[in-house]
């Protein structure tokens, strides 16, 4: 199995920026399965919706709304994956899930929150 913890979440003030990070540990074959990192948001009384995703070779993938203002970033010698997050806008408050693919399985962090104030 594979165990994803993220860092990072928090308030900031709109314009602000934040910078969440994952983690990835547990079976190192499983590790080195997964084909695909990215990260997922839910707002209150909304569905969850992906925000950015990376493949292992470091193709990207943007939602819309955060096109120019987020960057993904992966590291497949620690198994980390990273959101930069800049000029964050109220309406990118929710919580924050990483989320990891291989053949046949997926697995979610816990989440964490971000508030961004205006």
């Known amino acids: 199995q594979v165990q994803l913890v993220e860092s990072g979440g928090g308030l900031v003030q709109a314009g602000g920026s934040l910078r969440l990070s994952c983690a990835a540990s547990?079976?190192?074959?499983?590790?080195?399965?997964?084909?695909?990192m990215g990260w997922y948001r839910q707002a209150p009384g909304k569905q969850r919706e992906l925000v950015a995703a990376?493949?292992?070779?470091?193709?990207?993938n943007y939602a819309d709304s955060v096109k120019g203002r987020f960057t993904i970033s992966r590291d497949n010698a620690k198994n980390t994956v990273n959101l930069q997050m800049n000029s964050l806008k109220p309406e990118d408050t929710a919580v924050y899930y990483c989320?990891?693919?291989?053949?046949?399985?997926?697995?979610w962090g816990q989440g964490t929150q971000v508030t961004v104030s205006s």
């Open positions: 989320k990891a693919w291989r053949p046949g399985y997926d697995y």
């Open positions: 990376i493949l292992r070779g470091g193709s990207t």
């Open positions: 547990g079976n190192i074959f499983s590790i080195n399965a997964i084909n695909a």
